[in-house]
C-alpha cells in the first residue's frame, strides 16, 4: 500500500511539475512563477492534485484597476526619464522619487503646494515604477474616490468599499483634499466628512506601515493646519520624501513662455 502511494505521490508530482512549466497566456506581466497562467500547482496526500492562485493575480487586478483608472495613460506620459531638471530643486525632487522606488521600505512620498511643480508627474512615476517592481498598487483620484465613500459612510458597504484602500501593497492618492474655491478666491477647506475620511484611511496604514505616495496643492503646513493628526502622520512617515513647494508661479512649467 505504501509503495502504490508513493507511485501515486511521484505520479501526481509529475503532473504538477508539467502544469508549472507550461506558459499560459496572461499579459501585462511575465510571471517567472506561475508563468503566466495565475495558477500554481502542487500535490498534497489528502486531496491528490491541487492549485492556488499565483501571487500574481494581484499585481494583475491592480494593472487592471490602473487601466480602468484612466492612469495607463498617464503613466506612459509621466516617466522618471522625461521629468525636466533644468535647475537644483528638479534636480532634487527627481533623485528622491527615484530613491524612494530604490529604497522601497515603509516610507511614504508627499509631493504638496504650488501646481506646474511636476507633484503628479513623479508621483505617477513612482507608481508606474513600483507596478513594474510587481508591486500591487492602488490608485485614488482624492474627489472622486471620497465622494463615493462618504456618500457610503452610515451603510453597510463603508468598510467594504475602504478596506481596499486602508489594505493596498502602495496607494497613491492623487490631489488629496482636492475642493475648488470658494467666491472669496481662496480654496475651500476640507469638510469635516473629508477629514474623517482621510483620517481613517491615513491612520490604518500609518498604524501598518503601508507605503503612500500623496500628491497635494496643500503644502505640508497647510495639510496640518487642516487637520494635525493627519499632518503630522504625514510629515513623519514621509521624511526625506516631504517636498512642500510655496506659491511661486516661476515654478510653474505650465506657464513657462508666458
Not at 521629468?83 to 530613491?99: H, I, L, V, Y
Not at 494635525?228 to 520624501?241: L, P, W
Request: glycine letters at 8%; hydrophobic letters at 30%; aromatic letters at 10%.
Amino acid at each position: 500500500m505504501a509503495e502504490a502511494y508513493r507511485s501515486g505521490s511521484i505520479s501526481k508530482r509529475t503532473e504538477a511539475e508539467r502544469l508549472n512549466e507550461a506558459r499560459g497566456s496572461l499579459t501585462g506581466y511575465d510571471c517567472p512563477i506561475c508563468r503566466n497562467k495565475g495558477l500554481v500547482y502542487s500535490e498534497t496526500k489528502e486531496k491528490g492534485l491541487v492549485s492556488r492562485e499565483c501571487t500574481c493575480m494581484e499585481l494583475r487586478r491592480a494593472q487592471r484597476r490602473i487601466r480602468e483608472s484612466g492612469l495607463q495613460s498617464s503613466m506612459e506620459e509621466y516617466r522618471f526619464d522625461n521629468f525636466r531638471t533644468t535647475t537644483p530643486w528638479q534636480e532634487r525632487f527627481k533623485r528622491a522619487a527615484e530613491r524612494f522606488v530604490r529604497e522601497g521600505g515603509d516610507a511614504w512620498f508627499f509631493a504638496g503646494g504650488q501646481p506646474g511643480v511636476g507633484k503628479t508627474h513623479l508621483c505617477t512615476a513612482i507608481a508606474g515604477a513600483f507596478l513594474e517592481q510587481g508591486k500591487a498598487v492602488r490608485y485614488m483620484l482624492w474627489k472622486e474616490a471620497s465622494a463615493k465613500l462618504k456618500a457610503s459612510v452610515n451603510e453597510p458597504d463603508y468598510e467594504r468599499l475602504l478596506r481596499p484602500y486602508r489594505e493596498a501593497d502602495v496607494l497613491y492618492i492623487d490631489d488629496l483634499f482636492k475642493s475648488g474655491k470658494a467666491d472669496t478666491g481662496r480654496r475651500r477647506p476640507p469638510t469635516p466628512g473629508d477629514v474623517n475620511l482621510a483620517f481613517d484611511l491615513i491612520n490604518a496604514r500609518y498604524i501598518n506601515r503601508l507605503p503612500t505616495i500623496f500628491s497635494t496643492e496643500l503644502t505640508i503646513e497647510e495639510l496640518i493646519d487642516a487637520d494635525e493628526a493627519i499632518g503630522s502622520r504625514v510629515y513623519q512617515r514621509s521624511k526625506g520624501y516631504c517636498f512642500s513647494f510655496e506659491a511661486d508661479r516661476g515654478k510653474n512649467y505650465r506657464l513657462a513662455g508666458r
